[in-house]
DNA sequence: CTAATATTCAAGTAATCAATTGAATAATAG
DNA sequence: CTATTATTCAATTGATTACTTGAATATTAG
């Protein structure tokens, strides 16, 4: 074998891999496993791809490592493979910023100031949760709260926010996250709470990387 | 604006970085690129690629913020855009380890005694050879040795080493850095000094990781 | 100015990849 | 056993992508 060949054949290994992240719908269900283990049928719902078209693509990442399957009955679990995995969606979304900015700025535009805008550190918003000074407030639909969740947080899909304002306090300030940096959920909700008065923040980033940074996660009862 | 249709944007931005980097030859240039700055020309003729082959992968990557172009006189020179580039490729490759782990064996088996086969790490590198315990090795050409080495290191790129073996000595162990954990140049000169009787080991990784440590680099006076 | 050189651009062809469709597996319930 | 349901497979179609070729652009040297 000539080292010509070998070297090849380790790029074209390591090659595979950005071109299995190198796709949209990809990327989206990976950030839907980082939240927890789910069933083919589950993260075609939630991206709205076809189911064979969701099984392809899992199986695409299967076969280059990024995720496991868990065959339970009639169903089959996907979960992320490895933390790495993780880390690489968040190389890559920071080296997707320069070309985002144009889309964060559209996202930004919806809201009114600019300087209360900053998202609240991780860290921070655990201190002050603990010591009940705001309202932890999760936009995402139920099933992925239920698979873990920053503690004490409220659960309020965005569909039901408008519904549910009664839920929440005036008179104290709101911190709303979701999936990831990128994520809108928790963007659109800051800005309807802001417009009907309510003080509200973003978290930075969102849960997965609140789970990476090691910080404490709370669960609820039922997995599925 | 939908949130759907954000959401697609978002998502396929970020996996633009993933396409990019989902191909062997644009690895290959940004491994040569995370060595130091090059022109087109002189890509081309390390990768093998044909001129107009390699401008159009360097647009590529240009176009989607990996790497940087800076013209002077007739020469282009390019090189990456950020640090976060060298993360991605590493993340890159721990990922694709467990398929490369056909390949690394082979390699290996080039090899004679396993537990020798150990890489030394870096720390204790820097360590023995300030000591003056080892003679460190890079085999890569020198260009690349000129843009940046360990401190104290020999060059003798990998294909004159057979020439050059009396430059090496036989009481002292002899450790060989290249690119990279998968550049096979430091293995093959590693089997060709223990199959002349040396006492010879690689470095762990290679030297674009050396420098990301934030460990010390030496130059050579001449650029290129 | 003209010639030479490095790089980029544009068009064409071959190869690869994504999504759909409908059928095939596999596990369970009755 | 048969029916049902979740998932996968196989074949097709349309869309991207890679590489080559030859021409175009830009910079410098004479």
Chains 1, 2 share one sequence.
């Not at 080296?95 to 889309?103: M, R, Y």
């Not at 980033?205 to 009862?221: I, M, N, Q, T, Y």
């Amino acid at each position: 074998m000539s080292s010509q060949n070998l070297k090849q054949q380790i790029y074209s290994q390591v090659a595979r891999i950005g071109k299995v992240v190198g796709h949209g719908h990809r990327l989206e269900l990976l950030e839907y496993l980082a939240q927890g283990e789910r069933t083919v049928e589950a993260l075609a719902k939630l991206t709205g791809l076809s189911v064979a078209n969701t099984s392809q693509h899992l199986r695409v990442m299967r076969h280059s490592g990024l995720v496991e399957a868990r065959k339970n009955g009639l169903y089959v679990y996907y979960s992320l493979a490895d933390d790495e995995v993780v880390r690489l969606l968040s190389s890559m979304r920071r080296l997707a910023e320069s070309h985002l900015a144009d889309v964060d700025r559209l996202v930004r535009s919806y809201l009114t100031v600019k300087d209360e805008l900053e998202p609240i550190p991780r860290v921070e918003l655990l201190d002050r949760a603990r010591r009940g000074l705001v309202t932890v407030l999760d936009v995402r639909p139920p099933e992925e709260f239920a698979s873990g969740h920053v503690p004490g947080a409220v659960n309020v899909p965005l569909k039901e926010l408008e519904e549910r304002l009664k839920e929440l306090p005036h008179e104290q300030e709101i911190v709303a996250y979701c999936r990831g940096p990128h994520c809108v959920l928790a963007f659109e909700a800051v800005a309807q709470l802001r417009a009907k008065g309510f003080q509200a923040r973003r978290l930075e980033d969102g849960f997965p990387e609140w789970r990476e940074a090691g910080l404490p996660v709370e669960k609820s009862a039922k997995n599925h």
